[in-house]
């Protein structure tokens, strides 16, 4: 199936936006007013949705004219692109865009035809599933692991070049009590901030660790 | 600009192709999936995260409500979401220089398709029908494809390290740290800040 390559899931929902001329602001205008406004970091929505690697949201006003003597065409609705990579199946993650980032899910869809609301789940998931295309062909380069283990592993190679770098030169005795510590304390660590932190110009090498 | 969060960029394009190539592209998506050896250049290229391409049939755009105008499409659209590392001009011309053959299969089916040789005409062509992201998020900003998979190689190799070297002697130690250092040094650099602008 070509939605899905090892682990992660390549979701592509087209939902098409509300037009009602008798508005002074449009739908999709608002929707953008609103998207221009979501965090982008860990405060994102889909920080909590946390099995997300990256995902967007675009409006599409309308296809493109390439030129003539192609034919132009124009769409009579805007739509909504979701695009979203993630690790696990699609049930799970639809139920929790409903439960877990309600908020966030009725701020945006409100804006789209038909939707339902997310009070009643099984209702919001066959809405979007109505609203899903499929991919025809979806790559993704690292496919066998989760977004947990991948932030683990980013984790260990920050404190690991830390590590060695404050270890440098140190006698193979006391190195290897420090290095029981250091292992036993990374494993106890949280987790990278999904999403990153605020200060964007703090280059994850340069937190410690340790 | 929010086609870019941290080191990734968010691509979005749509091309309009004649409704009976589109059978003849999804047969070349088909074989190319199936194939992996064919997916060997993508993969090396190894600046991009996720990619996608999304045939659309013109009287398959979702219909929700009686409210909704049903469209009156001429063509089938192909869209296509990539999520690389590196700024737009790299991407272009890394797509020209490396990857012209598998592209060029796959858009020669839109319409006016320029090649993706010479690169100026295909970059006025991704221009065109490009359009811009209006939320990106990544779960990883620091990191590119490269960072990401450096820090799965140096987490297994620590992984067995703290395995094997439990029972060891402090001398036996400090030769096996010696070889675990030699080992993922590599892989303990970055491949550098995140783009700005385009």
């Not at chain 1, 990278?192 to 937190?207: C, F, S, V």
């Not at chain 2, 998506?29 to 990619?51: C, E, M, R, T, Y």
């Not at chain 2, 053959?101 to 029908?129: C, H, M, N, Q």
Request: a neutral charge; glycine letters at 4%.
């Amino acid at each position: 199936m070509a939605n899905i390559s090892g682990k992660v899931y390549g979701l592509t929902i087209l939902s098409p936006i509300i037009e009602d001329n008798r508005l002074e602001i449009c739908h999709s205008m608002e929707l953008r007013w609103y998207l221009s406004q979501l965090p982008r970091d860990c405060r994102s929505p889909f920080a909590q949705l946390s099995s997300t690697y990256l995902a967007r949201l675009v409006v599409m006003d309308d296809v493109v004219f390439v030129g003539h003597p192609a034919h132009e065409d124009h769409l009579k609705s805007r739509y909504l692109i979701f695009e979203s990579n993630f690790d696990g199946d699609l049930d799970t993650y639809l139920r929790r865009m409903a439960t877990e980032t309600k908020e966030f899910v009725e701020a945006v869809w409100k804006h789209c035809v038909g939707f339902p609301g997310t009070n009643d789940v099984a209702a919001f998931l066959a809405y979007m599933k109505k609203c899903q295309l499929n991919t025809t062909f979806y790559f993704a380069d690292v496919n066998d692991q989760t977004v947990e283990s991948t932030l683990t592993a980013l984790k260990t190679q920050a404190a690991l070049a830390h590590f060695m770098e404050k270890h440098e030169g140190m006698p193979a005795a006391e190195l290897q009590r420090a290095f029981r510590e250091f292992y036993q304390r990374l494993s106890k660590s949280p987790a990278l901030p999904r999403g990153g932190n605020q200060l964007r110009d703090i280059r994850q090498e340069k937190i410690p660790h340790d | 600009m929010t086609n870019l969060n941290g080191k990734a960029y968010a691509m979005n394009a749509i091309t309009p192709m004649k409704p009976w190539k589109t059978p003849i592209l999804k047969a070349f998506f088909f074989i190319l999936g199936v194939v992996k050896p064919l997916q060997k250049d993508l993969k090396n290229l190894s600046f991009i995260h996720f990619a996608r391409w999304v045939s659309v049939g013109r009287h398959s755009l979702p219909h929700l409500s009686e409210q909704q105008p049903h469209e009156d499409l001429t063509y089938d659209y192909l869209l296509f979401f990539s999520n690389f590392n590196g700024t737009w001009n790299q991407y272009i011309d890394a797509f020209s220089s490396v990857l012209y053959r598998g592209l060029d299969a796959i858009w020669f089916w839109s319409e006016k398709y320029p090649g993706s040789r010479p690169v100026t005409a295909f970059k006025r062509y991704i221009a065109l029908v490009q359009f811009d992201t209006d939320y990106y998020y990544n779960v990883y900003p620091h990191s590119a494809t490269n960072d990401v998979k450096a820090a799965l190689r140096v987490h297994d190799a620590l992984a067995a390290f703290a395995r094997t070297s439990q029972s060891l002697s402090p001398a036996d130690f400090g030769k096996a740290w010696l070889e675990l250092k030699a080992t993922v040094a590599p892989d303990l650099g970055s491949t550098g800040i995140a783009p700005e602008g385009t």
